[in-house]
């Protein structure tokens, strides 16, 4: 693959810590990684030279958290909120018997479109989960057709109890014969630990039995009130706790000083009408947090990692730099893929060359101009792809 000189860039917040942000940058790429970052005066030549005219450089976004292998829309559902009916995790059921009754030609379809819409606009990086089977061979068909697409696989088979099968044994079933069938085709496995879905006690049976298969944790914690799930997931020593949208103090000290990141997913809650999470509040104490999508067909259903740096801005009390770091860096570190080679969210010699090239002067413009496509081109391990 040839190399490319990358110049003309007027801000570069490259999300490494000793970097910095630049202006008067270049980057050199060549093949799938970054290989040059310093002044333009000093760029080494390549084999081809692209001057992006003053427009600012980020990080690839890193989507940390997606549910794309599903089939069926719940558009009424939707709608029904929008009336004023409560958001409730019973309604992923609808999505199980679509997802049931789909083809894995489909299936595998719905996450590519999907995976494509999110990098034409910037996300170069995407993590996504199974969840929408709920039986052995389909949680095993959803891990394989994920596995194909996306940069990251989390096992969700703990995404809810199936109508009329008995909590305890379905746990059973989700640390045997489902983790068993599932493992060599995920890194990560994930728990809905929520009223309506699985409590603390089997939330943590899960976890520990995800643990000693040797796969990383995941929770989804505290969307629809307080309750145990940040606390399990800093107990688990989990990469991230996603949601985090009902928080006591305990839970805030307790993110701040431990190693799980704070995953928050604004639009999520925007589409369920429950309160923005307190990133604020998570930042001044020192928790580490990552924005991400949630992108799914019941409670989340965008890819615009853009509109969830905007609203954290506008709605959240981040700074542009905050939330632009969270959209990148920090959903890097919830897939504990920010350092060594190959690393993602960030931009520095030795890392993935995943670019976002804004048609703005700087990254303020995303929250500047709310809802307006900024997105001028896009590099994934090199290659263009928008």
Known sequence: MASTVITGIGELPTQDDELGTLT??????????????????????????????????????????????????????????????PYRAGGIAVTVEATRAATDEDLAETVRRHVDEAAAQGTTCVETKTGYGLTVADELRAARVAAGVADEVTFLGAHLVPPGEDADDYVDLVCGDMLDAVAPHVRWCDVFCESGAFDEDQSRRVLLAAKKRGLGLRVHGNQLGSGPGIRLAVETEAASVDHCTYLEQSDVDALAGSETVATLLPACDLSTRQPLPDAR??????????????????????????????????????????????????????????????????????????????????????????????????????????
Not at 62 to 77: N, P, Y
């Open 281 to 386: 509040r998570l930042l001044d104490a020192g928790a580490t947090v990552a924005l991400a999508s949630n992108c799914n067909p019941g409670s989340s259903y965008t890819s615009s990692m853009a509109y969830c740096v905007t609203t954290a801005v506008l709605q959240m009390r981040m700074t542009v730099d905050e939330a632009v770091r969270a959209a990148t860096w920090g959903g890097a570190r919830a897939l504990r893929r920010e350092t060594g080679d190959g690393a993602v969210g960030v931009v520095r010699p030795g890392a993935r060359a995943d670019l976002h090239v804004l048609d703005a002067p700087s990254s303020s413009w995303l929250a500047y101009r709310p809802g307006v496509p900024l997105t001028h081109a896009v590099w994934r391990s090199g290659r263009t792809v928008a």
């Open 24 to 85: 008067g940058a270049a980057i050199v790429l060549d093949g799938d990684r970054v290989a040059w970052v310093g002044p333009e005066s000093q760029a080494p030549e390549g084999d081809e030279r692209v001057d992006v005219e003053g427009r600012a450089v980020l990080p690839g976004w890193v989507d940390s958290h997606t549910h794309l292998v599903f089939a069926g829309d719940r558009t009424a559902e939707f709608a029904a909120r929008m009336n004023g009916e």
